[in-house]
């Protein structure tokens, strides 16, 4: 394989901005996936539903609405050009806000699920060991859903890397910037050089197959039980 | 305001189960919530340990308050010890770990005023020192437990609450784990809320009996005041006996048997190895006292005492009747058949004589 510069580029971008977003998803995603697990709140169903909904929409129309919220005229575009800022989309930063809401539901649910099948008994015991909420949550939460996160980041990751219409909508086509690797291979189809496209391609297959297989391998049950279907 | 009680009055409602309970309990000494599955007795622990939010709660240990209308301290607030019925180790820490968590978030004993339970003396105590380095998966059913009550109590806790620690071991595993409830019990000056439905632990363990059914406490006092009851509430049918505190005053070698002294009389049995002036429990089944009006030297019944009949009912089964009597400040039940009863002539201030065949230390 002889990847251009561009290629290079396109693939350094992509694993950034993955990372960045696993990141913070596991940050963001884990006190909203503890809430879910626990909460007896009216607004349970429709958090979930909410934090869902990423699943089933179809990227353009999640692209659609972060446009026009990030955009000059939207409620962040106001805030972040009031803060000297400038504006979201075609930016890296914008492309990392949009990924993190599209991959959201993909790290929340293998949390959810982890912490939930832990049950009550564990927390219990902790609180007769005088353990206080957040206490229990570091010192037997997080260890016991590790199998969880570790699912949750792969497939955070995983998904991330593999979004197209987002970036699309959001990004556009900046090198450097906001292209990855699938806008890249898309541009190389609409030149007609289908043997540049054929390289990227394969090694996404590769990589994805690799994610997948080390996930089966290492964590059969958090993979399989982690409700996630995209 | 000091007292040495536990004060508790509870009222929880579920869909298909009430509990009501209004109780008070010594806070000393093993008290045992007796009951058959389904009576309310864990449900009544959860609400001590506060795991248990009851709709209406008042309880305070010793004078302080863990529960009043609104005010509700939270489990992990109270000082208290607790072992699950089933194991309840931490799966990601190995046994050791296990009983660090609990030093490190030990109740100071500065505050709590009682002598510290140190790691070394809870290991001994439990017999646990070559298991620590173990993953909970890798011990025995008996060791994960004995593992738990070290863990339990290095939390230094002022009221130990125990939730049918045995009932989910097999007959070796239970009487594994027996001798180390009552060490502990002996050894540590510490008041312990014990849930059981088997009448074998609470010979053994209790010193105050809650006998409970459907999510109600029947009747509460001591073990010998409620024990020998005719009328205890819960039928235990070949289990019904006494439990008898004694000292050991005599140790005949050439017999291997051994005397032991209680408040009304004393009895020999078969030599248990306890050293003279031990304090000991005996265990006599209402089944092995029969009753004749003559003392007999020509029969094998070596415990023969003189006893006065206090009264009679019909037990369980028409054919049979329980007979409470008194031997000094103690009181025996013997079960005879109604028949046997009637040709004696039992009645109440009858002297009669009580044959005991058969008198175990537990």
Redesign the interface.
């Known amino acids: 394989m002889n990847f251009t510069d561009a290629d290079l580029a396109a693939i350094w971008l992509t694993l950034k901005l993955a990372t960045v977003v696993t990141l913070l998803l596991l940050l963001i995603g884990t006190p909203i996936a503890w809430w879910l697990a626990n909460t007896r709140s009216r607004w349970k169903n429709p958090v979930s539903a909410l934090v869902a909904l990423p699943i089933v929409l179809p990227p353009s129309v999640i692209g659609f609405y972060l446009l026009v919220f990030m955009g000059p005229n939207g409620p962040l575009g106001h805030l972040t050009q009031t803060l000297g800022l400038g504006t979201l989309p075609f930016t890296f930063e914008g492309l990392v806000l949009a990924s993190l809401v599209y991959s959201l539901p993909f790290v929340v649910q293998p949390i959810q699920n982890a912490i939930e099948a832990l049950g009550q ?2 927390l ?10 957040l ?1 229990t949550f570091f ?2 939460v997080l ?2 859903a ?1 199998p969880g996160l570790l699912t949750a980041a792969v497939l955070g990751f995983a998904h991330t890397v593999g979004e197209f219409g987002v970036v699309l909508m959001i990004g556009g086509n900046i090198p450097g910037e906001t292209r990855v690797v699938s806008v890249q291979i898309y541009d190389h189809v609409e030149a007609l050089d289908y043997s540049s496209a054929h390289e990227l391609s394969l090694l996404m297959v590769g990589f994805s197959f690799m994610v997948l297989l080390l996930l089966y391998t290492f964590n059969p049950r958090a993979a399989f039980s982690s409700g996630v279907k995209s | 305001m000091t007292s040495d009680q536990i004060e508790a009055q509870f009222n929880l409602s579920y869909p298909d189960f009430t509990l009501d309970v209004n109780l008070s309990l010594p806070a000393r000494g093993v008290s045992v919530l007796f009951g058959h599955s389904g009576s309310g007795k864990t449900s009544l622990l959860r609400c001590f340990a506060g795991l248990e939010r009851p709709q209406f709660g008042e309880l305070s240990f010793k004078g302080e308050s863990w529960q009043a209308g609104k005010q509700f301290l939270p489990a992990h607030k109270r000082p208290i010890g607790y072992v699950f019925q089933e194991a309840s180790l931490f799966s990601h820490l190995s046994a050791k770990d296990n009983l660090n968590y609990a030093i490190k978030r030990a109740i100071k004993t500065s505050e709590s005023g009682s002598p510290q339970i140190e790691r070394e003396q809870a290991i001994e105590l439990l017999g646990i020192g070559n298991l620590l380095e173990r993953q909970p998966h890798q011990l025995s059913g008996g060791e994960r437990q004995r593992v738990a009550i070290a863990r339990a109590l290095l939390i230094q806790p002022q009221l130990l609450l125990m939730d049918e620690p045995l009932a989910a071991l097999d007959l070796p595993r239970k009487l594994e784990i027996l001798p180390y409830l009552e060490r502990l019990k002996r050894q540590l000056d510490l008041p312990i809320i014990y849930v059981s439905h088997s009448p074998d632990e609470v010979a053994r363990l209790a010193d105050y009996l809650v006998a409970m059914e459907q999510g109600r406490a029947l009747c509460s006092g001591s073990l010998s005041e409620t024990l020998s009851q005719l009328d205890f509430p819960l039928k235990l049918g070949e289990d019904t006996s006494v439990v008898l505190e004694g000292i050991v005053t005599e140790r005949d070698r050439t017999w291997k048997l051994t005397r032991v002294q209680f408040d009304g009389g004393h009895v020999w049995l078969r030599d248990s190895g306890h050293a003279i002036h031990s304090e000991v429990r005996v265990r006599i089944l209402a089944r092995d006292i029969s009753l004749a009006k003559a003392p007999h030297d020509d029969t094998s019944i070596i415990n023969t005492l003189a006893a006065e009949v206090v009264e009679i009912i019909t037990d369980e089964h028409e054919g049979l009747s329980l007979v409470r009597l008194k031997v000094g400040n103690t009181y025996l039940i013997s079960r005879v058949t109604r028949r046997s009863a009637h040709l004696l002539g039992l009645q109440q201030g009858l002297t009669i004589w009580a044959q005991i065949k058969s008198v175990a230390v537990i």
């Open positions: 008994r564990p219990e015991v902790a609180a007769t060991l005088r353990a206080s909420p206490d010192s037997v260890p016991q590790r």
